[in-house]
Every structure is written in C-alpha cells, then in structure tokens.
Nanobody
Framework: QVQLVESGGGSVQAGDSLRLSCAAS????????LGWFRQAPGKEREFVAAITWSGGSTTYADSVKGRFTISLDNAKNTVNLQMDTLKPGDTAVYYC??????????????????WGQGTRVTVSS
C-alpha cells in the first residue's frame, strides 16, 4: 500500500499560480504512475494530469494543457503540479492517486488504486 499526501492548495486570484505537491510513502516501488484529479462542487471528479513514476511520460486533460505542468522529484518521492494562469473554473479539491497497473497512462479514476485526502484550490475572479 502507498500513502499519498497532497499539499499546496489555497485561495488565489485568476491569473495567479499555485504548485501542488503529492508526497508518496510506503510501497512506492509498486507505483507505475501518479495522477492528479479534481472535483468541483456539484460536479463529478475529472482527470487533470498524470506522469509515470519513471518520469518519462506525461498526459494532460485538454482543459489544462499549456497551463499546468506535472513533474516528478524521485529523490523526494513527490509529484508536483505547477498550475499557471489559473481560472475560476479550476476551483476544486485536487487529489493525487497511484496507478499500479503498468498499462499506460490512464485518465479514468477507476485505474487508480490509492488516493490522497485532497487539497482545496479556490480561484476568484
């Protein structure tokens, strides 16, 4: 089992930046990829970005492509999500999740086994 702890959320203005971090501990050797998802009030959870644990591959949702960057710090077992040019529509609770399958980067939450508790991001206009 892997434990995931998100940090870095907060309240910002539109156009600002935030960097979220997800620290992984436990059986990290079993991780194939880490993904970021978000859930806005009253909406379903949606995929944001994912990266292989090797750091070699990434994928993004169209809604964040060009604004968000996912990266890996292997030394710290941490995955970061740099969020630039934030919009009110980015307001949500952001979760990281671990994928153990090794079948390619997945955008479905059903492919991920362990989840963090989430960190809240609020973007005001």
């Amino acid at each position: 089992q892997v434990q995931l702890v998100e940090s870095g959320g907060g309240s910002v203005q539109a156009g600002d930046s935030l960097r979220l971090s997800c620290a992984a501990s436990g059986r990290t050797f079993s991780i194939y990829a880490l993904g970021w998802f978000r859930q806005a009030p009253g909406k379903e959870r949606e995929f944001v970005a994912a990266i292989t644990w090797s750091g070699g591959s990434t994928t993004y949702a169209d809604s964040v492509k060009g604004r968000f960057t996912i990266s890996l710090d292997n030394a710290k077992n941490t995955v970061n999500l740099q969020m630039d040019t934030l919009k009110p529509g980015d307001t949500a609770v952001y979760y990281c999740a671990a994928d153990y399958r090794g079948l390619g980067l997945a955008q479905s939450g059903r492919s991920y086994g362990d989840w963090g508790q989430g960190t809240r991001v609020t973007v005001s206009s």
